[in-house]
């Protein structure tokens, strides 16, 4: 099990109504944060999903998927708002996604249509406060690759590519926690801190935290 997973678990044991999530109109606490990875995890293994992408801005919805995906042990892709539509087409294709969660309405269905993505969209996921929508991708272009993932991959971060189509990074849970611990340490964080997100969350810096 990943560490942060046995973390939440173990605080939903001993601080179960302890707010873990704050966002703008929505808190959830250590109790509700474990249920909702739980319901998470089912729901990507009904769908038989094996690489999911997010495209969705900072809310607790986003960091439930993220660590759903974990529990399901299933590789994510977040992709960055600032994204043009070629980049997101090269995420989307290189990674070779099949499933897309996003809180981001038609917007989300004008830019696959843009970039010429077969999807069937799947009914609204009720999460966290927000109506996601799931979209079920179909296969690549023509043109396009996908890279075989290494062993034990569960994020892929993509860099900015402002010289050339984005680079996929390839990270395993084992890594981003202990990089993780490393923070806690350097920074003294205790359990009265509280991290605020600034960055995109799709940003590795921001994921991390």
């Known amino acids: 099990m990943s560490l942060i997973l046995d973390a939440i678990a173990k605080h939903a044991l001993k601080q179960a109504g302890k707010v873990a999530i704050q966002g703008q109109t929505y808190a959830i606490t250590y109790a509700q944060l474990a249920e909702h990875i739980l319901s998470s995890q089912h729901y990507f293994l009904a769908q038989k999903a094996t690489r999911m992408a997010i495209l969705m801005d900072n809310t607790p919805a986003v960091l439930i998927v993220d660590l759903g995906c974990i529990k399901a042990e299933i590789p994510l892709i977040p992709v960055p708002l600032f994204f043009s539509p070629q980049q997101v087409q090269h995420a989307l294709q290189s990674s070779d ?5 996003s809180n981001l309405g038609s917007n989300t269905e004008a830019l696959l249509k843009l970039i010429s993505m077969n999807y069937d969209l799947l009914p609204t996921w009720e999460m966290a406060g927000k109506a996601l929508q799931v979209y079920r991708l179909h296969g690549l272009s023509e043109e396009a690759q996908a890279v075989p993932f290494p062993k034990h991959v569960q ?3 993509y860099t900015s ?3 050339g189509n984005a680079k996929g990074v390839c990270l395993s849970q084992s890594v981003m926690d202990n990089v993780a611990i490393s923070l806690a340490q350097a920074t003294e964080a205790c359990a009265e801190d509280r991290h605020l997100c600034l960055l995109p969350y799709a940003t590795l810096l921001e994921n991390i935290a």
């Open 155 to 157: 994020k892929i971060t």
């Open 161 to 163: 590519g402002s010289t």
């Open 97 to 101: 996604v099949d499933f897309l969660v």
